[in-house]
Every structure is written in structure tokens, then in C-alpha cells.
């Protein structure tokens, strides 16, 4: 009798803190798991740090995978600009590596999955010559014009720079018989007129004057 007294004394309030703890626990494993169970992925551009003096590098990859877990709430304000992907080509010199990818930011502590985990790297010596600008038709055919300034420096690895021959302005159809002027990106071509990419050009647009075509005169016939 003692013991089903002791039962039925405050049962009311014995059942409450019952049912409190119930769902203090349900609350607490439940929903922090499905909290941690959310993923997001973001892509990142892909940098090269510590790159030494006098020299250049280039990662094959332009961006990374990230695969983030975490708390729904905190992953749904990141954005790529949460985060910074590099490799650190510190101590390394001329060569070909492959090296892992970093990613540090407020949040690198919800990664879960870097894909992929390392790239490849060139790292080459720093190079700039200076080359001449010509221009042609965009129809392919060679073109007589005033260019200003008539060579550009170009700038980059030198193994790039050495491919380069001239840089090419490419001008649209026109009238031949009215003036055009008209400010062109040249654009860096190898001896076969191919693009060459992986370089800079000084100054970035040349200024080009093309005069009219002067009308052929008829012949006169007597």
C-alpha cells in the first residue's frame, strides 16, 4: 500500500516531468541528427598561392567539389564566396606537380568531401617580349591598316610566350569604300595563326584606322 500511495502522491506532476524528458530526449537525438544529416555542395574557383619569385603557375582545374554536412541553417547562407579553394605551391620550382587542394573559410569545418582532392600544377618561368600587332578580315583575308601602337608586349609562362608570333586583330565585314576606325582585342596566334592561351597583352585593345578604297577609273574608249 506504501508503494502505490507513494504512486498516486503529485502522480500529476511525476507524469509531466515524465513526458518533459521524453521529449527533451526525442528533440535532442532526433532532430540534431536530421539537423546534421543535410548536405550541400558548392563550387569553387580553384587558386594557386605562394607561387615564387620570377615564376608562374597554372592549375589544370579552374574550379572544385565541395560536399558540405552540417545544421541546415548554417549551410543554406554559405555561398562560393564562403570559401577559398588554392594550392600552395610554396618552395616548388619549375615542374609539373600534382599537389592537394585546400580549403579554409568560418565554415571549412562543415566539409566533408574535396573533389577531387589534388591537381595538377605547371609552374614555369616568368617571360614578356614584345610582338607585332597585324590585322585581317574577319572573312580571313589580309587586310592594309593603321594600327597604333603596331607591337604589344606579351606576359606569362615561357614556355607560352615563346609560341607566340604576333597578335591579331580581326576586323569585321564593311564598306571598302568608307573610313572605319574602330578600337580591337588583339589576340595572341602562334606561326599558324592558332590562339595561344595562358598569356597577357599590353595594352589590352589597339586603335585601328582603315582608309577607303579609292574607286577604279574606267577606261575610256574612243
Known amino acids: 500500500m506504501a508503494l502505490l500511495d507513494s504512486i498516486k502522491h503529485n502522480f500529476g506532476l511525476k507524469l509531466t516531468a515524465a513526458l518533459v524528458a521524453v521529449l527533451l530526449w526525442f528533440t535532442f537525438n532526433f532532430l540534431s541528427v536530421a539537423q546534421g544529416s543535410y548536405n550541400k555542395t558548392l563550387e569553387l574557383p580553384l587558386g594557386v598561392h605562394q607561387v615564387g619569385s620570377g615564376l608562374v603557375a597554372a592549375a589544370k582545374l579552374k574550379t572544385v567539389s565541395v560536399e558540405l554536412s552540417g545544421p541546415r541553417s548554417r549551410l543554406d547562407a554559405l555561398t562560393p564566396a564562403s570559401l577559398d579553394s588554392f594550392i600552395d605551391c610554396g618552395g616548388k620550382g619549375a615542374g609539373t606537380y600534382l599537389l592537394p587542394i585546400t580549403v579554409v573559410g568560418p565554415d571549412a569545418d562543415k566539409i ?39 607591337s ?16 591579331e586583330v580581326t576586323v569585321p565585314a564593311r564598306d571598302a569604300f568608307k573610313k572605319m576606325t574602330a578600337e580591337v582585342k588583339p589576340v595572341p596566334v602562334d606561326g599558324l595563326l592558332a590562339a595561344v592561351g595562358g598569356v597577357t597583352v599590353d595594352p589590352p585593345v589597339v586603335r585601328i584606322l582603315i582608309a577607303p578604297a579609292t574607286p577604279r577609273k574606267e577606261a575610256a574608249h574612243g
Not at 604589344?152 to 597578335?167: E, N
Open 112 to 150: 566533408k568531401v574535396i573533389r577531387p582532392p589534388h591537381s595538377l600544377v605547371v609552374i614555369d618561368r616568368y617571360a614578356y617580349r614584345a610582338v607585332p600587332v597585324v590585322a585581317r578580315q574577319s572573312n580571313g583575308g589580309p587586310l592594309q591598316a593603321a594600327v597604333d601602337p603596331k
Open 152 to 167: 604589344v608586349t606579351i606576359a606569362g609562362a615561357q614556355t607560352a610566350v615563346a609560341q607566340v608570333l604576333a597578335a
